[in-house]
């Protein structure tokens, strides 16, 4: 089952222009949503929020189209943008007594469990929360209500290696059930590596590809040597070139390279790089 779908979405925004998006994210699996700054990435998120409305195309979370399904559908939603959008005189004490009242599925054992098993603190105002504690309650709260979907915005952006080796357990453990899916906006591309199942890769509005990370790893290699080496490189293999000082660097398709020939994985960095700047 698809649990959150984008279907050929266009939304013009003054110069900036998403065109044709489509792509959906199937229960049991986290999608790592990439592309570079501005390409589009929040703009899509805000779409499937109902934030903004699509120019053409629709947009469905559940089976149900986020435009005529707002009220039920964001009960389904846990959002996690880079803010932390509670107020800041605020304790996680408070909030668990505010957000009980306010989300009819909010698990106070939940809450409190994944609270102290994450470290953070009951009874400190938030504005005297470190960043990383603010990031981990965000997710916190988002899981405490139950959602059957999680869309985040940059999650880990600005944190330390260790909280974000913790958020990326949050998450993991948000998926324990199967009928969830989330959908994560990142620049961290290793913590993509990580935890996602498959990589959405927008640039300049345009989808450049939805595939399964594992397929994409596998499907391509990195080839590095010397211009007269090159020649052992069928030119329909090659998808972007870098050169060097002492020769070239290529990206290629595995299927139409020799399996002799040595080729590394490219990392998640790699293929974005050959992809948006190494065209042929
Ligand atoms: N309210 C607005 N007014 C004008 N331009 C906007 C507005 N909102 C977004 N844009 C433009 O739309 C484009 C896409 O922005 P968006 O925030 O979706 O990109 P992003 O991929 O999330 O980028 P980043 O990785 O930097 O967060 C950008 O060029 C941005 O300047």
Known sequence: MNVIEVNNVWKRIKKFQLTNISFHVEAGTIAGFIGQNGSGK????????????????????????????????????????????IPQHLTAKDINSLYRELYPKWNTDTFYGLLERFDVPKYDAIKKMSKGM?????????LSYDPKVLL???????????????????????MEQEDRAILISSHITSDLEKIADSIVFI????????????????????????????????????????????GVEYLVQREFVSPVIELTKPTIDELMLFFVRGRK
């Open 152 to 174: 985040l915005d940059e999650p880990t952006s600005g944190l330390d290696p260790i909280v974000r080796d913790e958020v990326l357990e949050l998450l993991q453990t948000f």
């Open 42 to 85: 929040s703009t899509t998120l805000k779409l499937l929020l109902n934030l903004l409305k699509p120019d053409e195309g629709e947009l469905f979370i559940l089976g149900k189209n986020v435009a005529d399904n707002e009220v039920d559908i964001k009960a389904q939603i846990g959002v996690v943008f880079d803010e932390l959008h």
């Open 203 to 246: 640039h300049e509005g345009k989808m450049l590809f939805h595939e399964n990370k594992d397929e994409l790893q596998y499907g391509y290699g990195i080839w590095k040597g010397t211009h007269e080496e090159a020649k052992v490189i069928p030119k329909h293999a090659i998808i972007g070139k870098r050169d060097y000082v002492f």
């Open 134 to 142: 603010k990031a981990k309650l965000g997710i916190i709260v988002a």
